[in-house]
């Protein structure tokens, strides 16, 4: 299993340009989300899924969109890029156990974006 | 969420036990308490998570005091590659994890 997938690994943006970064995991997992990490921070929830077709709001989710249209992939895509949105961006996926709690997350290697 | 109180950062010897505490006080009787680990920039990666009962995997031991308000993550022989920001959460059945700035374990020779 090549487990959480993350590309691209490094991207520069212009302001204003849009762009999509892309997840995937090959664990059939249920759910997956969207983390950024600014510098001496901890992790921020932008956005998760519980599964193709559902998706849902985190702590930070103004400027980014996501959909799920497969178990495999969860793409986020920057609509309109600030240079407040200069971050690393993680993307994480678990499987849910009995009674709805979820499992461990595996987390994928980190997108470096920066805005200029 | 509850929140989760860590110290900033924490030293020890190689070989010796880590001991990382945090305080969560306000934790609801359904959630769990997970352990986190972030190793320079690299991606989180999970140690162990447990609800009442101490807990122990290959890679630690998590003991959580009986009024469920604060627990102790060990790690038994810590290595320099043990060096890393270490983050306790707790977390419900809502699928979101809640990162505070976590704990920055630094392992000396």
């Known amino acids: 299993n090549a487990g959480v997938t993350q590309t691209p690994k490094f991207q520069v943006l212009k302001t204003g340009q849009s762009m999509t970064l892309q997840c995937a995991q090959d664990m059939n997992h249920e759910y997956m989300s969207w983390y950024r990490q600014d510098p001496g921070m901890g992790l921020r929830l932008i956005h998760y899924s519980v599964g193709a077709g559902i998706t849902d709001q985190g702590e930070v989710p103004n400027g980014y969109n996501v959909s799920r249209s497969t178990t495999e992939d969860f793409p986020l895509r920057l609509l309109s890029a600030a240079p407040s949105q200069t971050s690393v961006y993680f993307c994480?996926?678990?499987?849910?156990?009995?009674?709805?709690?979820?499992?461990?997350?595996?987390f994928g290697p980190g997108t470096r974006l920066t805005v200029l | 969420d509850a929140k989760t109180t860590q110290p900033p950062s924490m030293d020890c010897a190689e070989g010796r036990a880590a001991n990382l505490p945090c305080n969560h006080s306000?934790?609801?009787?359904?959630?769990?308490v997970y352990w986190y680990r972030q190793i320079h920039s690299q991606g989180p990666q999970y140690i162990i998570h447990g609800l009442k009962n101490n807990e122990t995997n290959e890679m630690a031991s998590l003991i959580i005091t009986e009024d469920r308000k604060s627990s102790t993550l060990i790690l038994p022989h810590a290595t320099l590659r043990d060096t890393a920001v270490y983050y306790c959460?707790?977390?419900?059945?809502?699928?979101?994890?809640?990162f505070g700035k976590g704990t920055l374990l630094t392992v000396n020779p």
């Open positions: 959460i707790t977390a419900g059945s809502n699928y979101k994890l809640t």
């Open positions: 306000t934790i609801s009787g359904n959630e769990y």
């Open positions: 994480a996926s678990s499987s849910s156990l009995a009674g709805g709690y979820y499992n461990e997350q595996f």
